[in-house]
């Protein structure tokens, strides 16, 4: 059985109002699900290193979902284990002065859902993202936090894990 691995994002909780309705996303879908708890840590790499240490505990290769900072660490992940799929929430990709960090994904099926009124990562970090390693990408009415577009996020995910079996 596949497990899904969330990451919140730099200010977030393991498990805030948007990983509690994707989990439950998760769940109709047989998933187990994990949240991985990085309040406290500041620094990407460490928590990058502690989602690596729990992802290598599961008998498959995880699917990645993660918000802000959790997307940068969700494919920071991808590039060193086997990944299922990601699903990314504003990834804080191409940040300036740290564009050289953003991560090389793995090679697996990839959804990005960003805000048009996003004012903490642009936009445009993502339609770079989507367009330089050909993923999909869903650009709401929404901004960096996407709460006003939980059912939406929700009905993206039950697609993007219905078309994973």
């Not at 330089?132 to 995910?157: F, G, Q, Y």
Request: proline content about 7%; hydrophobic content about 45%.
């Amino acid at each position: 059985m596949s497990t899904i691995v969330f990451s919140h994002g730099k200010d977030g909780a393991p498990w805030g109002p948007k990983i509690v309705a994707m989990a439950e996303v998760a769940r109709r879908h047989g998933l187990e699900v994990e949240s991985v708890d990085y309040r406290g840590m500041d620094d990407p790499q460490a928590r990058v290193a502690k989602a690596v240490e729990l992802c290598r505990t599961l008998r498959a290769p995880p699917i990645l979902v993660g918000s802000s900072l959790g997307g940068h660490v969700s494919a920071a992940v991808s590039a060193q284990l086997p990944t299922r799929a990601m699903f990314l929430l504003a990834p804080a990709f191409f940040m300036p002065g740290f564009e050289q960090f953003t991560p090389t994904p793995a090679r697996c099926p990839i959804a990005i859902v960003h805000g048009w009124n996003d004012t903490v990562v642009p936009v445009e970090n993502s339609i770079k993202f989507a367009r330089m390693h050909k993923t999909a990408l869903h650009v709401l009415d929404s901004d960096h936090r996407l709460t006003s577009s939980l059912v939406e996020i929700c009905e993206l995910l039950d697609g993007f894990l219905a078309r994973l079996k």
